[in-house]
């Protein structure tokens, strides 16, 4: 082989490696370390006294399972109740969700519902309840997601920090089984929200909540555009691009029963990576920002993870290529092919009703890189709306 070629395989090959453990293993381990002794702004309010007006804005779509008890963890919530609405948009519901919301706001002046006819999906119900609501600060969050009693207060106390834009909950997830994918993902978002965390304490720079509860500034929303499909992630970057932080606080508890069936999370990831590679686009701008922690955090957490297949594609093609010259990059390709193959010995093991963990995760990362990959060429179609058919909660 070419002398030449052999170094570009290498460095194709080595770089791919590096890329991929870096963002899953070496980033967060630095930010860890970077993050030790550190503390969130101490500038915020204090329980009761001078607390801001709050909207908490439920997008729901047939959640008759979910919505009642949902509602009611909000009104159980410490937060004075004066300074507390909630609004619950129904977005063409065809089950009983409406007569539920209905009777409650009955019972309770806080509550005020809407009724949609028409789908038109998460994002332009929360536009349109975004334009009802009174509150300076907005909660937005799913009607599966319920709160514990200090989670609003907690949400909102940074917010006495002037700088601070939106802050994030702490997903816990509940209903965890070993017969699916329900504890490989719980271990994925747990990891997650601590990297989030972490990057909230050092720059503010937080990527992305978790959709499902989260807080920002009314004056700072921005009308998520009707096509888009990532809503969370997308008014997350605008919080930045305007000169704001975006934190999570650990202390700020939300709980959502974890999805534990391969098939459907694996279509869920390939709506979710489709809107990732929408606000690449989106917010190209903010790659190389001048906002200190921004781009840093914006590349190694979020564009190096969602290039992972392509890292993968090109690391096993250099390796086929330098596996038929060097024996030490054959044993690597053998690896590789290993590696490939365990998920489908995952399945016929999970067929037998065998489930090894380790087995799991390695299916569980590949999955999350077929969804990558799956969303990034059909976010090169036209997408004309963002209206999705939600996964089974409870």
Request: charged residues 20%; aromatic residues 14%; proline residues 2%.
């Amino acid at each position: 082989m070419n002398t030449i070629l052999f170094i570009i395989l290498l460095i194709i090959f080595w770089v791919s490696v590096f890329m991929i453990f870096y963002s899953y293993a070496i980033f967060p381990l630095l930010l860890s370390l970077l993050a030790r002794k550190k503390k969130l702004s101490q500038d915020k309010y204090v329980y009761n006294y001078d607390l801001p007006t709050v909207s908490i804005l439920i997008s729901a779509y047939n959640e008759e399972d979910v919505i009642e008890e949902k509602i009611l963890s909000v009104l159980k919530s410490s937060y004075p109740k004066d300074k507390l609405e909630v609004l619950v948009g129904s977005d063409a519901s065809t089950d009983n969700t409406d007569n539920i919301v209905k009777k409650i706001e009955k019972e309770h002046s806080q509550v005020h519902f809407f009724r949609f006819n028409n789908r038109s999906g998460k994002g332009n119900i929360i536009n349109s309840l975004y334009d009802k609501s009174k509150g300076s600060i907005l909660i937005l969050t799913d009607a599966n997601v319920l709160l514990d009693k200090n989670t609003i207060y907690e949400l909102v106390k940074h917010f006495k920090d002037n700088s601070i834009g939106l802050i994030d909950s702490r997903m816990i997830n509940t209903n965890i089984k070993k017969d699916g994918i329900s504890y490989q993902e719980k271990a994925y978002i747990t990891r997650e929200v601590y990297i989030k965390h972490y990057e909230s304490l050092l720059w503010g720079t937080m990527m992305g909540p978790f959709g499902g509860c989260f807080a920002i500034r009314k004056e700072l929303y921005s009308k998520i555009p009707e096509n888009f499909i990532v809503d969370d992630f997308y008014l997350n970057m605008k919080v930045l691009e305007q000169g704001y932080k975006t934190i999570n606080n650990l202390d700020a508890k939300v709980y959502e029963s974890i999805p534990n069936k391969l098939m459907g999370e694996f279509k869920r990831k390939i709506r979710i990576a489709t809107g990732n590679f929408q606000n690449l686009k989106a917010f190209s701008n903010l790659i190389f920002s001048k906002t200190k922690g921004l781009s840093f955090c914006y590349i190694s957490h979020k564009i190096l993870r969602w290039l992972g297949p392509f890292f993968l594609i090109l690391a096993f093609i250099a390796n086929i290529i330098l596996a038929l010259y060097n024996v030490f990059y054959f044993y690597l390709f053998i690896i590789q092919c290993i590696l490939i193959f365990l998920p489908f010995i995952d399945f016929l093991l999970k067929k037998l009703n065998i489930h090894i963990s380790i087995l799991r995760f390695i299916t569980h990362f590949y999955s999350m890189n077929i969804a990558l990959l799956t969303g990034f060429f059909k976010s090169l179609k036209t997408i004309k709306t963002n209206v999705w058919k939600p996964t089974s909660r409870k």
